[in-house]
C-alpha cells in the first residue's frame, strides 16, 4: 500500500509543475517557428484550420514539398528498397513505409514530428535497424526517419565528450576514438546503431568497468514532441534525463547524444570460442565465477550461448580490455579444455566488433529475442541451457533455423553505475546482484514458423523464470534491447519507475505523439503485442 500511495504523491508532484507543451499549442505556428509556411504547400493548405484529416502521402508530399526529392524517397525509387533492405531482420523488410525521410539537421526532424502531428500520420525512427521488434524502426505506410545523412562525430576540445549524431554504426564511433586512444562505453558489434542501444541500456565489453552505455550518456540534445529542440543533462531537464536512460523512444528524438570517453589502449584482446557438451559444466563453472570476481577485475567481460548446429555446441566470447590473452581473472576460462574453435586474438575494439558482424549476425533472416533475468547462480544457469535443449524439438525442423541460449552477468560493478547521475529508469540496485540475463535469440526463413518459434521461446522463459521465482531468484527485469514484442519491458522497471516515466511523458508530450504516433517499438503502456504469441 505504502509504495502506492508514494508514486501517486510523486505523480502529483511531477503534473503540479508547468506542462512543456501549451494547452492552447498550435501546430501551424510551431511549423513557421521552423520556417515553414504550410498555407504555401498547396497539399497542406487545407489542413491549417483542421489537423485531424489522416493522410501520410499528403505528409510525404510535403516533406518532398519542404526538402526536395533527395530527401524523400517514395516507393518507386531503387534508394527505397536499398533502405528497407538496410533492416536487420526479415520482418523489419517486409514492412512499406509511404516514404522514408532522410533528415540532415535537428530541424527536419523537428519539422517531421510536426508535419506527422498535422496529419496523423505514423511514423519511426532508424539508427542501425538492429531492433529485433518487427515495427521498432520501420513503419507500414507510414514517415520512416533514417538519419543516414546525420553522420557527425566530434571530440570536444579536452577530449572528455564525444558527440555523435544517431546516423552511426558503433564502428564509426570506434574507427574514429581509436586515432586518439580513446573509446565510449557501446555496443560489441560493428553493425549495431548507436541510437536504440543506448536508449535501452547498452551492454559493452567495459561495462564493469564503466557501466551501460545509457550511464555514460552526459547529455542528449532531443527533439521533443511539440517542435522545441533541447539539451537533456543532468541539470537541465533533469527528468527527462533520467527518462531517456532507458525509456527507448518514447520521449523524443535523440539527434545527438554527448558520451564521456573513456582512455584506451590501441588493442585488447578477446574473441569467440566454440565447445562442445563435455566442457558445459566447466564452462557453466567458469561464468558464474567470472561474474561474480567482476569486482576483483571488472576489464574481463563474456557471453556464453548454446546453440544447436545439428549438434549442441557452447560459444563463448571472452574479452580483457587490455592486450592480454592470459589474465589471472581468465585463469579458468583458460583452462577448460576442448575448445573446437579458438578466434580468440589481440586486436582493435573496432576489428573486434567486426568479428561478430557480417553474416554471422544472420542479416535478412527472421529473427526473435526474448529475454528474462534472474540472479546469478550455477543452477539457473544450468537450466537455461538444458530446458533450451529440451524444448528445442519442436522447432528444430524450421528453415534455417539458428537457435541459441546466451547468458551474460549484469556485474555487481555494473549495478553500481546505475545509479550514478541521479540514477536511470531500469529499476536495477546494486544490492540484488550480480544478475544472469539470458537472451533467447533464434534466426529462421520461413514466415509459417513464427508462431511456434515464439511459442519455444516463450516456454523457455516461462519454465526458466518459473523455477527461478520458486527458488526465490527471479529478476522482474526485462532488457528492452532484448525483448519480444510479447513482453511488457517497462513494467519490468518496477511499478515506481512505470508510474514516474508515464507522469514525465504526460509532461512533455501531453497527447501521446511518441506512443501514439510513432507506435512501434516498446511503450509505457503494455508489451506492444499484448502478453503471449
Ligand atoms: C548483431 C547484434 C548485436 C548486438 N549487440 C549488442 C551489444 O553488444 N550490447 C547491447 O546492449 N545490445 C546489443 N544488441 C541489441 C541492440 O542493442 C538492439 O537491437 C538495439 O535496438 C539496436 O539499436 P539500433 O539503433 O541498431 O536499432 P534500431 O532498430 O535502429 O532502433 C531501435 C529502437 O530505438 C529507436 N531509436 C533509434 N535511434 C533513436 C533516436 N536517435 N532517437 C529516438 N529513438 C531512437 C528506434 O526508433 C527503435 O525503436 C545487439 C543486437 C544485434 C542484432
Ligand atoms: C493556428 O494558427 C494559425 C495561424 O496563426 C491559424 O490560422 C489557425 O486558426 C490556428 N489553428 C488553431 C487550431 O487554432
Ligand atoms: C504564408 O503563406 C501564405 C500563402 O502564400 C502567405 O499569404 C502568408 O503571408 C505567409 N505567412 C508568413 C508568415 O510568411
Ligand atoms: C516439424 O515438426 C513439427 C513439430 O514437431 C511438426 O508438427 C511438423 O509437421 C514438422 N514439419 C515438417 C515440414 O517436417
Known amino acids: 500500500m505504502k509504495v502506492f500511495v508514494s508514486i501517486a504523491a510523486f505523480v502529483a508532484g511531477v503534473l503540479s509543475q508547468s506542462t512543456f ?5 498550435n501546430i501551424t505556428e510551431a511549423l513557421l517557428d521552423n520556417g515553414v509556411n504550410i498555407s504555401a504547400i498547396p497539399e497542406l493548405a487545407p489542413l491549417v484550420e483542421r489537423s485531424l484529416i489522416s493522410g501520410c502521402s499528403l505528409a510525404c508530399r510535403s516533406l518532398k514539398f519542404i526538402f526536395g526529392d533527395d530527401l524523400v524517397e517514395t516507393q518507386t525509387e531503387p534508394t527505397y528498397n536499398a533502405f528497407v533492405n538496410s533492416f536487420w531482420s526479415a520482418q523489419q523488410r517486409e514492412i512499406t513505409p509511404q516514404c522514408i525521410f532522410k533528415p540532415e539537421k535537428a530541424l527536419d526532424v523537428s519539422t517531421t514530428v510536426l508535419i506527422s502531428r498535422l496529419t496523423q500520420c505514423p511514423f519511426a525512427a532508424k539508427s542501425g535497424g538492429h531492433s529485433a521488434v518487427p515495427g521498432g524502426s520501420n513503419v507500414d505506410g507510414g514517415i520512416t526517419i533514417s538519419f543516414e545523412k546525420m553522420s557527425k562525430i566530434a571530440l570536444s576540445a579536452d577530449k572528455k565528450i564525444a558527440s555523435f549524431q544517431p546516423g552511426h554504426t558503433w564502428f564509426d564511433i570506434y574507427t574514429a576514438l581509436e586515432a586518439e586512444n580513446l573509446a565510449v562505453v557501446g555496443g560489441r558489434v560493428s553493425s549495431v546503431g548507436v541510437g536504440g542501444l543506448t536508449l535501452g541500456g547498452g551492454i559493452s565489453y567495459f561495462s564493469s568497468v564503466y557501466g551501460l552505455a545509457c550511464d555514460n550518456v552526459e547529455s542528449y540534445e ?39 570517453t573513456i582512455p584506451r589502449a590501441p588493442t585488447m584482446w578477446g574473441g569467440m570460442r566454440s565447445y562442445l557438451a563435455p566442457s558445459f559444466p566447466a564452462l557453466i563453472n567458469a561464468f558464474y565465477n567470472l561474474g561474480v570476481n567482476a569486482k576483483i577485475d571488472g576489464k574481463a567481460h563474456q557471453i556464453l550461448s548454446f546453440a544447436w548446429a545439428g549438434l549442441q555446441v557452447a560459444q563463448l566470447e571472452l574479452e580483457y580490455a587490455d592486450p592480454i590473452p592470459d589474465a589471472p581473472i581468465l585463469a579458468e576460462y583458460n583452462a577448460v579444455p576442448g575448445a573446437v574453435a579458438d578466434q580468440t586474438a589481440v586486436r582493435s575494439l573496432a576489428q573486434l566488433t567486426t568479428a561478430l558482424a557480417g553474416p554471422a549476425s544472420g542479416p535478412g533472416l527472421r529473427q526473435a529475442f526474448w529475454t528474462w533475468t534472474v540472479k546469478l547462480d550455477k543452477e539457473m544457469a544450468t537450466l537455461a541451457k538444458d530446458i533450451f535443449f529440451e524444448e528445442l524439438p519442436s522447432i528444430v525442423n524450421a528453415t534455417n533455423l ?31 546482484g550480480p544478475l544472469l540475463l539470458a537472451l533467447v535469440a533464434i534466426k529462421w526463413s520461413n514466415s ?32 528492452m534491447n532484448y525483448g519480444s514484442p510479447y513482453q511488457n519491458v517497462v513494467a519490468g522497471y518496477g511499478p515506481e519507475n512505470q508510474a514516474r516515466l508515464k507522469a514525465i511523458s504526460e509532461k512533455y508530450d501531453p497527447t501521446n505523439v511518441f506512443e501514439r504516433l510513432q507506435p512501434g517499438y516498446f511503450k509505457l503502456d503494455g508489451a506492444p503485442w499484448g502478453n503471449g504469441p
Open 21 to 25: 507543451e501549451p494547452s492552447d499549442f
Open 222 to 260: 532531443l527533439v521533443t514532441a511539440s517542435g522545441p529542440i533541447i539539451t537533456v543533462s543532468e541539470t537541465e531537464f533533469p527528468d527527462l534525463y533520467w527518462a531517456l536512460r532507458g525509456g527507448g523512444n518514447n520521449f523524443g528524438i535523440v539527434t545527438q547524444f554527448n558520451v564521456a
Open 402 to 432: 539458428i537457435p541459441a541460449v546466451s547468458l551474460q552477468v549484469l556485474t555487481e560493478p555494473l549495478l553500481e553505475k546505475t545509479a550514478t547521475k541521479g540514477g536511470n529508469t531500469l529499476g536495477l540496485d546494486a544490492k540484488d
Open 448 to 479: 509459417a514458423d513464427d508462431d511456434r518459434i515464439n511459442r519455444f521461446a516463450a516456454r523457455v522463459k516461462d519454465r526458466a523464470l518459473a523455477a527461478a521465482t520458486a527458488q526465490g531468484k527471479a529478476s522482474p527485469y526485462l532488457y
